[in-house]
């Protein structure tokens, strides 16, 4: 199974998808309903060759990322800041006193979940990841002008 890198999860989690117009090749569906077989109001999006299918199961919103060949790479879901394990709320809280959490979600890689968590105050947007749960590391930094 292909390894989903973090990267990789932001860039295909990114607005920037391309909507497919539902058009996927019957394959890809196929392998789709195997792997989620309650889905529920699927979409279907590509970014440079890779699908991500948005759907409902259970009531919430999931985003499943395969290969161009059908490969499952990974999940991912919008998490509330309740949900997020207390140690991780516990830096941000802490090490980041006057921010604001503007998007978060988890990732699940081979078993294996993973955080990402965008932090905003008035001069600067910084998004912080966390593998397997453990401490959270600098993704990436932007100064608002």
Same mark, same amino acid.
């Given at each position: 199974?292909?390894?989903?890198?973090?990267?990789?999860?932001?860039?295909?989690?990114?607005?920037?998808?391309?909507?497919?117009?539902?058009?996927?090749?019957?394959?890809?569906?196929?392998?789709?309903?195997?792997?989620?077989?309650?889905?529920?109001?699927?979409?279907?999006?590509?970014?440079?060759?890779?699908?991500?299918?948005?759907?409902?199961?259970?009531? #919430? =919103?999931?985003?499943?990322? !395969? $290969?161009?060949?059908?490969?499952?790479?990974?999940?991912? +879901?919008?998490?509330? @800041? &309740?949900?997020?394990?207390?140690?991780?709320?516990?830096?941000?809280?802490?090490?980041?006193?006057?921010?604001? #959490? =503007?998007?978060?979600?988890? !990732? $699940?890689?081979?078993?294996?979940?993973?955080?990402?968590? +965008?932090?905003?105050? @008035? &001069?600067?947007?910084?998004?912080?990841?966390?593998?397997?749960?453990?401490?959270?590391?600098?993704?990436?930094?932007?100064?608002?002008?």
């Amino acid at each position: 199974m292909l390894i989903l890198t973090t990267s990789l999860v932001l860039t295909l989690f990114a607005s920037y998808a391309k909507s497919n117009d539902g058009k996927i090749p019957k394959y890809m569906s196929s392998v789709f309903a195997s792997d989620f077989s309650q889905a529920q109001n699927i979409n279907w999006e590509t970014y440079n060759g890779f699908y991500k299918a948005s759907f409902m199961d259970m009531g #919430i =919103t999931l985003y499943a990322f !395969y $290969t161009p060949d059908a490969e499952f790479m990974g999940l991912a +879901t919008n998490l509330p @800041a &309740d949900k997020l394990p207390v140690a991780l709320q516990t830096i941000v809280k802490e090490k980041y006193e006057g921010y604001w #959490i =503007t998007d978060l979600f988890q !990732y $699940t890689i081979n078993s294996t979940p993973g955080f990402f968590i +965008t932090i905003e105050n @008035a &001069d600067r947007k910084i998004m912080l990841k966390a593998e397997a749960g453990e401490n959270w590391s600098l993704y990436s930094e932007v100064k608002k002008s």
